[in-house]
């Protein structure tokens, strides 16, 4: 059976597009692409919520996004066990409905940070399984608020559950930085307890084809289609 | 009624635009100003009749379901 897909699109989201391509040549198989203001998603096996500035960043990142009607199905999606990815203010998006837990912030040096940078994985969960222990991927991050915090209590707790999936380093470029945003720990991507959803601030779906400088990205999605 | 809202981040998470405000005003010569951070306000109307519960209740429920992130914010609602 194929493996089927669908991007959920908000007005203000800008990477919806690459997604859409990325799981296209990946994975070979359905991609929907749904307007955030239908109220049912057909049944897929992955749902990802992309990179942009859904509804302009107003109030919070992904503060309104986490409100559309589309979200109730997200959820049911992912109560399912079925896979769900965020990326960039996707991340921001699942952090504000509640399915993964701390808050992205902006980045402690004020920067818009667009740019490669490393990551390596830290525990392992579904969407890593293709990705060696201490193997670093490059990938290009592009965001304002990516700072990612969280409570003590909530820090030891993702650590008791293994749920930290990607931790920012240092990689090949003599100015790469340990930790580029600020992030706790150095955080760049988290899972929920079960290991079905992923949101991490660094976009795979522009680290995948041959004209992009890096096609780690492909790893990511390969970790779940094999 | 109008009802005013004062949303800011916790003390324990770094405001970075304060810092920088802090930086600029010390620069035009304001050099008591310290500790700067920024928060945001909100204004909006409610019906006049609603009880004081009522409306402590509604607010309290926006804030929490839309308005605050309470892993990162605080509010207050001003007299």
Request: aromatic fraction near 8%; glycine fraction near 6%; include cysteine.
């Amino acid at each position: 059976m194929s493996f089927k897909s669908a991007v959920i699109t908000f007005p203000g989201s800008n990477c919806d597009r690459d997604a859409l391509c990325y799981l296209q040549d990946l994975t070979k198989g359905v991609v929907y692409n749904i307007w955030h203001e239908e109220a049912s998603l057909p049944q897929v096996d992955l749902v990802i919520l992309p990179g942009g500035f859904s509804f302009g960043d107003y109030l919070r990142s992904g503060a309104m996004a986490s409100k559309s009607k589309i979200i109730n199905d997200v959820i049911k999606h992912a109560n399912d066990d079925r896979y769900l990815l965020g990326i960039c203010n996707g991340f921001q998006i699942l952090t504000e409905i509640g399915l993964l837990e701390g808050a992205l912030i902006q980045n402690k040096n004020l920067k818009f940070l667009g740019k490669n940078c490393f990551i390596k994985k830290k525990f392992k969960n579904n969407f890593n399984l293709s990705i060696k222990e201490d193997q670093v991927l490059q990938i290009p991050v592009a965001h304002n608020e990516g700072n990612f915090y969280c409570d003590n209590e909530t820090l030891k707790s993702l650590k008791n559950n293994e749920q930290i999936a990607f931790e920012y380093c240092k990689g090949e470029f003599s100015n790469s930085e340990e930790n580029i945003n600020g992030s706790i720990e150095a955080i760049a991507g988290i899972t929920n307890k079960k290991k079905n959803i992923l949101g991490m601030m660094p976009h795979p779906e522009r680290a995948y084809s041959d004209f992009h400088p890096s096609q780690d990205g492909k790893l990511i999605i390969e970790s779940l289609i094999t | 009624m109008r009802i005013k809202i004062l949303i800011r981040l916790k003390s324990q998470i770094l405001e970075p635009q304060g810092k920088v405000i802090e930086q600029s005003l010390n620069n035009l010569g304001f050099n008591e100003f310290n500790n700067i951070r920024q928060g945001k306000l909100i204004e909006l109307d409610l019906p006049d009749n609603l009880s004081k519960e009522e409306k402590d209740q509604k607010i309290d429920s926006a804030c929490k379901k839309l308005l605050v992130n309470d892993i990162i914010e605080e509010y207050e609602v001003l007299g």
